[in-house]
């Protein structure tokens, strides 16, 4: 079991950045994929960004080149830096963790938490 607290969100301008942190309530070395995915109103959740254990990342189209994982094992936290936001990136922000596998589908997800709001202005 692990429990994911996402905190960092916010009400930014366009074009501001924002830095999401997910602290997870035990140690994330052997926790293979961690995840960030967002869920904007009236839309499917997706998968916006993923980290695997040796460091790996991987993004969304959307978010390539503007968007930052990374992950402090010893600290037990994630991080989603995010730069140039735009008012399509509000959504709901989730952490999540795939325990074994390499999470790259929504469903190979083991554990979420609760979620944070990103808003952005236009």
């Known amino acids: 079991q692990v429990q994911l607290v996402e905190s960092g969100g916010g009400l930014v301008q366009a074009g501001g950045s924002l830095r999401l942190s997910c602290a997870a309530s035990?140690?994330?070395?052997?926790?293979?994929?961690m995840g960030w995915h967002r869920q904007a109103p009236g839309k499917q959740r997706e998968l916006v960004a993923r980290?695997?254990?040796?460091?790996?990342?991987s993004y969304a189209d959307s978010v390539k080149g503007r968007f930052t994982i990374s992950r402090h094992n010893a600290k037990n936290t994630v991080y989603l830096q995010m730069n140039s936001l735009k008012p399509e990136d509000t959504a709901v922000y989730f952490c999540?963790?795939?325990?074994?596998?390499w999470g790259l589908g929504e469903n190979e997800y083991d554990y979420w938490g609760q979620g944070t709001q990103v808003t952005v202005s236009s």
């Open positions: 980290i695997t254990v040796g460091g790996t990342t």
């Open positions: 035990r140690t994330i070395f052997d926790i293979n994929t």
């Open positions: 999540a963790a795939d325990v074994t596998g």
